[in-house]
């Protein structure tokens, strides 16, 4: 069973950073791509960073220049380096894998993000 535990949510200030870990267990994950998406109070989830399996990487526009998504494979592990926050990136961050091929798809638990102006 695919378990993902993510870690590094706190409160910040503007023009802070944080970096956020996501563990995943359960599987082999080389054929996965594993991402972050995001979603604040009142607003749908969306995507902010995913990394492929293969190794390139697809940013929102919203964090370009200012989030960085890396991935240690023999670690299992996806990070996601938040330098320049805003309050609007205040919001849970959710780690994501999804199987390159066959499309399974799982999601953590999320961990807050809160940025004071």
């Known amino acids: 069973q695919v378990q993902l535990v993510e870690s590094g949510g706190g409160l910040v200030q503007s023009g802070g950073s944080l970096r956020l870990s996501c563990a995943a267990s359960?599987?082999?994950?080389?054929?996965?791509?594993m991402g972050w998406y995001r979603q604040a109070p009142g607003k749908e989830r969306e995507l902010v960073a995913v990394?492929?399996?293969?190794?390139?990487?697809n940013y929102a526009d919203f964090v370009k220049g200012r989030f960085t998504i890396s991935r240690d494979n023999a670690k299992n592990t996806v990070y996601l380096q938040m330098n320049s926050l805003k309050p609007e990136d205040t919001a849970v961050y959710y780690c994501?894998?999804?199987?390159?091929?066959?499309?399974?798809?799982?999601w953590g638990q999320g961990t807050q993000v809160t940025v004071s102006s």
């Open positions: 994501n894998v999804e199987h390159t091929l066959f499309k399974n798809n799982f």
């Open positions: 359960g599987s082999t994950f080389r054929l996965y791509a």
């Open positions: 990394r492929t399996s293969g190794g390139s990487t």
